[in-house]
Nanobody, 122 residues
């Protein structure tokens, strides 16, 4: 019933930027924690960023270049990705959970979107 829907992926050149969106349907966003994850071919899914009400966290390798934010009135979480490099090419997923923390572990999340492709060319 609670369904995140990702959008905003695409093809960009190295050094470019993208803003991903995660819209939550089926519930208000207010008390959900939202995580962003990515999965490259042949790789495990890994946490990129998460946001609760009042706290954010980032994977060390993206800290300083990615910014996560939320707009509860629009029921949407955003991931601004700057200075993109080819190694971040992957399918990006958002996920939601009701929890009093901000985990980067995929196992913590309950409701998952279908993903959006991000490709960075060199």
């Amino acid at each position: 019933q609670v369904q995140p829907v990702e959008s905003g992926g695409g093809l960009v050149q190295s050094g470019g930027s993208l803003r991903l969106s995660c819209a939550l349907s089926g519930s208000t966003l207010d008390y959900y924690v939202i995580g962003w994850f990515r999965q490259a071919p042949g790789q495990e899914r890994e946490g990129v960023s998460c946001i609760s009400n009042g706290y954010t966290d980032y994977k060390d390798s993206v800290n300083g270049r990615f910014i996560i934010s939320r707009d509860n009135a629009k029921n949407t979480v955003y991931l601004q990705m700057n200075d993109l490099k080819p190694e971040v090419t992957a399918i990006y997923y958002c996920a939601a959970v009701l929890i009093d923390s901000c985990p980067l572990s995929p196992d913590a999340y309950r409701n998952w979107g279908q993903g959006t492709q991000v490709t960075v060319s060199s």
